[in-house]
């Protein structure tokens, strides 16, 4: 993609982020409003060129970090006219007051950082193995997107995790794993929340067991349309976005990783299913 699409709301978010990147990850980018603007980078529409649009945003970003030594609270357009908040977590991004890392600071980091600030989603997260990782993921210091379409498990799990923190680390959102809609909405909802991400976790699966003999095939098709078909739509729509996100710099490298169960390397009797 070398020029802006109808979906221009979607991939300024993207670009921001990227352009805010420190060689680990980028600030969180928050869609907001009714905020004091402190950059305002003009007009883009469908057609423009993204790379010289980058070009000049980086410019107006280098100058403003040049003069206040921070980056700006709040990024403003003129058309379409909206702004988004900046912070190194999500509290500090909706709040548009002020980013607290100050600017051309070598990031510190060791392996046990390798997740701090980062914006994680992990599918399946509300329970089981996903909840684990969840949980792991935000004592590590990542904030981390809680998806599932059990959407009370997850929203209860993020409450939970943001009352031990006492700021935002997890969010909640609700997903089919096997529905491209469902997948695309939420990749819209989190990119407008937070601007992009860093690693996405597949883990969403589901087990029915049975011999290929006796089992139905709608057990079959359900077992193969989450943990296959799953994976390819959630990798579909993640990499899109990360390819945006990497575009101003082009050393944005991000990961995405699918949970595999040890079925897949050995038979398993009567898992024919969920062994692929």
Known sequence: MSVFTRDITKEIPLLLRGLTFDGQKGLIVHRTEGKQVSLNLGSVKEGDSIDEKVVEWKAALDAHTKRHRLWPAVIGFDDPAIQFGLGTNYDEACRGEGVSMVV???????????????????????????????????????????????????????????????????KAVQVNVTDEASVAAMMDHIIAETGGIDLFVSNAGVLRSGSVKSMTLKDFQFVT??????????TKFAAQAMALQNRPSGAYWTDIITISSKSGLEGSNKNGAYAG
């Open 104 to 170: 051309g600071l070598e990031p510190s980091f060791s392996r046990a950082d390798v997740v701090r600030d980062k914006v994680v989603v992990v599918t399946g997260g509300a329970q089981g193995f996903g909840e684990g990782m969840v949980r792991s993921l935000v004592e590590n210091g990542a904030f981390v997107w809680v998806a599932d379409m059990n959407e009370e498990g997850a929203k209860t799990l993020a409450d939970e995790l943001n009352w031990e923190a006492v700021i935002t680390v997890a």
């Open 225 to 234: 349309d989450v943990d296959y078909t799953g994976f390819f739509i959630c």
